[in-house]
């Protein structure tokens, strides 16, 4: 019986282990899980987890560091309630990465370039959000002061959607 109960928990911890790979190779084999879609016939599973994902990218942000991991016009990363994306049009910019509105020799934003690339609201927003120049950039939980994720909080974060949604069909 000790046996059998071995086996179970293996093929259990296995199933576990392979479960991840199997989704990324069938559902979203050349883009980060957070990027995932529905796609074409989804199974139960993977729609379930799909809302979820629609969930987290409600209340991530990015915290910025040495700025190289984060889009400017496409991650989360603007600290305010309604939008953490830059208001401001891309325009014919060719700046991509957060990194490159940090000046290297002070290790903070330099802003001369950005107040010439974006709208006031946003380099208000910019120039009061932290840089930790020696860190990595880290996702974080907007709607918490600390960045942890709680479910009690994402559950916030959906109901508030559902509302804002219903009220916009109306």
Known sequence: LSMVVVSNRVKFVLLL?????????KYYPNVDV????VGNNP????RSIVKGIEVLNRGIIWRVGDGSSI????????PRLWSRLPITPRGQTV????????NPITEWWDEELIRDVFWPEDVEVILSTPVHISLEDTLAWHFDNKGIFSVRSAYRVQ????????????
């Open 17 to 25: 282990n392979l479960s991840p790979r199997i989704l990324k190779a």
């Open 159 to 170: 109901r508030d959607h559902e509302r804002r949604s219903c009220c916009r069909g109306a």
């Open 34 to 37: 957070l990027k995932a879609r």
């Open 95 to 102: 700046l991509t990465k957060v990194e490159e509105l940090i």
């Open 71 to 78: 889009n400017i016009w496409s991650d989360p990363w603007l």
């Open 43 to 46: 199974s139960y599973t993977w």
